[in-house]
T-cell receptor, first 113, second 112 residues
Framework: SQTIHQWPATLVQPVGSPLSLECTVE??????LYWYRQAAGRGLQLLFYSVGIGQISSEVPQNLSASRPQDRQFILSSKKLLLSDSGFYLC????????????FGPGTRLTVT | GQNIDQPTEMTATEGAIVQINCTYQTSGFNGLFWYQQHAGEAPTFLSY????GLEEKGRFSSFLSRSKGYSYLLLKELQMKDSASYLCAVVNYGGSQGNLIFGKGTKLSVKP
């Protein structure tokens, strides 16, 4: 089964600073990869998904971007953070050969101050 | 548009039964998931329904009615560790996309 690693676990960043969150996956190949954000009191919001290396689809226009430089690596970035970027960021993985189920990483708690 | 509705919060007593409802209106449907999420942790899979009817798995059961756009999660013999948020998610499109649309979650508090 898949194992998803995310780091860092927690992050406190000032407004206007850059961001880089990394997600790596083990136990599967050529998965679909997803970035979600969960703000306090709100549901899981899909930010980006990827069906392959270099293929990124954006669901919500914002100051974030994503990249997939390797099959099992997914990176979420920002050049300048906003206060509204605070939240719990989750990376998820789906093996599309077997099911629609998505497996989630442990998440990164980001606080922008 | 896409819409998934769940109650925001529910409270129940240890040992009791609780039913968490979910209604959905989506442009496509390829199944419905229930996930459990403890505070500060990642969601974990509970169930998947694609056909109408009841699926039972231990203390948890999930029901789906596609014609009514309705599902529920039934938790029996509640335990304190069942205190968590429960997320309903619909598979909107099939194939390689197969993205999930999540409801806002239902926070369940189990009291002694």
């Amino acid at each position: 089964s898949q194992t998803i690693h995310q780091w860092p676990a927690t992050l406190v960043q000032p407004v206007g600073s850059p961001l880089s969150l990394e997600c790596t996956v083990e136990g599967t190949s050529n998965p679909n990869l997803y970035w979600y954000r969960q703000a306090a009191g709100r549901g899981l919001q899909l930010l980006f998904y990827s069906v392959g290396i270099g293929q990124i689809s954006s669901e919500v226009p914002q100051n974030l971007s994503a990249s997939r430089p390797q099959d099992r690596q997914f990176i979420l970035s920002s050049k300048k953070l906003l206060l509204s970027d605070s939240g719990f960021y989750l990376c998820a993985c789906r093996d599309r050969r077997s099911s629609y189920e998505q497996y989630f990483g442990p998440g990164t708690r980001l606080t922008v101050t | 548009g896409q819409n998934i509705d769940q109650p925001t919060e529910m409270t129940a007593t240890e040992g009791a039964i609780v039913q968490i409802n979910c209604t959905y209106q989506t442009s496509g449907f390829n199944g419905l998931f229930w996930y459990q999420q403890h505070a500060g942790e990642a969601p974990t899979f509970l169930s998947y329904n694609v056909l109408d009817g009841l699926e039972e798995k231990g203390r948890f059961s999930s029901f789906l009615s596609r014609s009514k756009g309705y599902s529920y999660l039934l938790l029996k013999e509640l335990q304190m560790k069942d205190s968590a948020s429960y997320l309903c998610a619909v598979v909107n499109y099939g194939g390689s996309q197969g993205n999930l649309i999540f409801g806002k979650g239902t926070k369940l508090s189990v009291k002694p």
